[in-house]
């Protein structure tokens, strides 16, 4: 019975994606640099498992290609070719055209000629100026197309039969004790692969265990029983060998160990890594080897017991997604349990809330470990961009020092895909309208290197994301200028900065005098904010004539679920959520201070804050009962902090958040909703766009009762 591959393509294909990824960032990372060998191995072990990987599925095309990219790192790898920029500037195009093979082939399609006639004549022209004494180490499986080389300086010897013992090595090599683990052949690898690519560096003696091989009947064919023990008959370096298996380490056990130490001197009996510890003699060791050798081999890994792994799976977001959503209507029902569970009587009501009590605890441990599944360190989107702005750099003729910042601040999955193109288009605007031309820079007195930041970071329970450069800053009189010419701006208006910003993310709106490729046409930050708000965040602008621009994108850290603190405002129920709340305190009237302009402040300790009736602003009546004893809920927002008068807290719950632009229109201070544990829809409130709205409201003068409460109808 012969194993169906295709069932395995999928983990090939995500693997090959990794792995182009991790070239570009690398070569990305090289220019202009010195590279230290183990990103060259990096890129070597990369390309090499492609090679691999897309024989055994029998994608030859793609196996010829990135087989000439792994003979050009392999030079670079053995000081035969330097790793200059013409080089990187060749393999970024050959990982281009890799990247769009592999695309195609996963679309089930075979690559066209688009782009790829290019890279591959790049890179056999490169291979064809390679030094002629480099033939005797060139791979044995020469590209078809190419002719083979002359002389061959050492054929391997022909392998061992499987079943013969393992004989000594001589001094001067190595003996190499393989053992796959039972899942290596389902991962799509293959063991002649490794071989022939051992066999490559001088004579091979490969001898199979069959000790773990089960009864016929017991067989799978799917997994590996075998293990082997290869003497290599040529010193390539321990790091050369490791190198060959770095596409399974983790699905094998591999000891290298030096022929020298397998060899006792003459005289001495061999020391024989299959005997057990009892058979061994660490004396005799070390007197063929040096002490720390003695110590690193002494020790049977094979005898030791083997390592708790950290095994990983790979499961569709799909799922991923639908268990989320499960676990959010399981707290759904717990919180509409949890409100029967309080008007139940008697001790059948005590046992039932304890029981309820524990359901809580284990419904958020659930919800914890569901949420981390779906969390991923941010760089995952970052690592992306390098080679954005190394193109742009290119293109542009503006060199620029990228700097990457908070790689490790987590995200959920979901929002690091939707924001890919916001944060491409402020990168791209970045580079084109904010890093001036190195000559502008001299005359301006700046380094003749632009610099652009991109940072993340966790404040307040939200992801901040800044995107800063020291370019030239944005010309706010241009805009406001053309923001007059298109009749956006007809009266006294105040020019600040929220007010330029809601300029420039007007579609239509550009200062550029010319369009290009890159801009020009007034169409991109309209959609950035759009897609910004659409994820629940805020686009912030801070600029400066001559020291540069920086976007702010304030994002919720996730979009499932989150801790929530119950209001009452009138007879409507809403939502803060528990991680903006800073504090709770009632409202002492004293303290109370109505400022020209209608704007409320309450002191509280030594600072002012500003308050925002809530009944008025949502228009809500507040209940005459709470007049009284009124509360203020104290909220961080993104300039300080603000007050917000309720009527009454009503405690705390987690809350599944729905969306509401699907169905609705944007509902200004509701960043979504919820189902509430009675059924109702209760809106969970933004309460920094609380604050800008009830500022506009009372310097437009719009509500003269925005200071005090509203009266009922008699």
């Known amino acids: 019975m012969s194993l169906d591959l295709r069932q ?25 640099r010195i590279v230290d060998m183990d990103a060259i191995n990096a890129l070597f072990r990369a390309a090499h498992s ?19 990219m792994e003979t050009l790192l392999d030079q670079v790898r053995h000081g035969q070719r330097p790793l200059d920029t013409d080089l990187i500037a060749i393999l970024l195009k050959a990982v281009d055209a890799a990247r769009t093979m592999l695309r195609a082939l996963h679309a089930g399609d075979q690559p066209g000629p688009e782009g790829l006639a290019d890279a591959d004549l790049a890179l056999r022209g490169l291979l064809e100026q390679a030094d002629p004494t480099a033939a005797a180490t060139a791979p044995t499986d020469t590209a078809p197309g190419r002719p ?133 003699d660490p004396e005799r060791i070390s007197a063929a080897d040096s002490t720390a050798d003695a110590a690193q081999y002494a020790a049977d890994p094979v005898q030791q017991p083997a390592a708790v792994r950290d095994g990983s799976i790979r499961v569709s977001t799909g799922k991923i997604d639908a268990l989320v959503d499960l676990v959010g209507e399981l707290v759904i029902t717990q919180s509409m349990l949890l409100r029967l569970a309080a008007g139940a009587a008697g001790p059948t009501g005590e046992s039932l809330r304890q029981g309820m009590a524990q359901l809580e605890r284990n419904t958020r441990d659930l919800q914890e470990h569901v949420l981390a599944i779906r969390m991923l360190p941010i ?14 750099a290119q293109t542009l003729g503006k060199p620029v020092d990228f700097r990457i910042e908070g790689e490790q601040t987590e995200l959920d999955k979901r929002l690091t895909e939707l924001l890919a193109d916001p944060l491409t288009h402020l990168l791209r605007n970045a580079m084109d309208h904010g890093i001036e031309p190195p ?13 652009l930041r991109l940072a993340a970071s966790h404040r307040g329970g939200s992801v901040f994301i800044e995107i800063g450069d020291d370019g030239a800053g944005i ?38 005098g010319t369009v290009t490729d890159l801009s ?44 929530g603190q119950l209001i009452r405002v009138g007879a409507q129920v809403y939502i803060l959520p528990l991680v903006s709340i800073v504090e709770t305190v009632q409202l002492d009237p004293t303290r109370l201070r109505l400022l020209p302009g209608g704007l409320e402040v309450y002191r509280v300790r030594d600072h002012h804050l500003p308050v925002v009736r809530l009944a008025s602003l949502l228009g809500q009546c507040p209940d005459d009962a709470a007049q009284g004893r009124p509360l203020l809920v104290i909220c961080e927002v ?21 969306g509401l632009e699907g169905n609705f229109r944007k509902v200004p201070g509701v960043s979504a909703a919820t189902v509430l544990g009675d059924g109702r829809v209760g809106l969970i409130l933004d309460s920094t766009e609380l604050k800008r709205l009830a500022g506009a409201r009372i310097g437009a003068g719009a509500d003269a009762g925005a200071h005090r409460y509203c009266r009922k109808s008699p």
């Open 638 to 658: 993104d300039d300080g902090d603000v007050a917000l008068l309720v009527d009454e807290l009503l405690g705390q719950q987690q809350i599944v958040i729905k």
């Open 439 to 451: 000559q502008v820079r001299a005359a301006r007195g700046k380094p003749p290197i632009g610099t």
């Open 148 to 280: 083979a080389p002359a002389t061959v300086a050492a054929q391997p010897a022909p392998a061992a039969a499987p079943d013969s013992p393992p004989t000594t090595p001589p001094a001067a090599g190595w003996r190499i004790r393989f053992r796959p683990h039972r899942d290596l052949l389902t991962k799509g690898n293959d063991v002649v692969l490794m071989v022939r690519e051992l066999a490559r560096f001088g004579p091979l003696r490969v001898h199979a265990e069959l000790d773990q091989l089960p009864t016929l009947t017991d067989l799978v064919v799917e997994e590996c029983h075998l293990s082997w023990i290869l003497d290599l008959d040529a010193d390539p370096g321990e790091n050369d060998l490791r190198e060959v298996f770095a596409w399974v380490a983790d699905a094998c056990d591999l000891d290298l160990i030096p022929s020298a130490v397998v060899a006792a001197p003459t005289g001495e009996p061999v020391v024989d890594r299959s005997a057990g510890p009892a058979d061994r």
């Open 520 to 563: 020009g046409r007034g169409v991109g930050l309209d959609v950035v904010e759009r897609n910004i708000r659409s994820l629940g965040g805020r686009l912030e602008l801070a600029t400066a004539a001559g020291q540069g621009t920086r976007f702010t994108i304030r994002i919720p850290l996730t979009l499932a679920i989150l801790d």
């Open 50 to 68: 492609m090679k691999g990987g897309s024989a055994t599925f029998g994608f030859k095309g793609l196996t010829e290609f990135t087989h000439r």
């Open 8 to 32: 395995f393509q999928g983990l090939f294909f995500e693997e090959s994606f990794e792995a182009i990824d991790t070239m570009e960032s690398i070569l990305v990372a090289a220019a202009g």
């Open 475 to 512: 010309d706010e009189s241009a805009v406001f200028a053309r923001g007059r010419a298109l009749g956006l701006i007809t009266g006294p208006e105040s020019q600040d900065v929220e007010h330029l910003l809601r300029l420039l993310c007007h579609p239509g709106l550009s200062t550029a």
């Open 379 to 392: 760089g995952f989107l970052f690592n992306r961009f390098p080679r954005l702005v190394h193109d742009l």
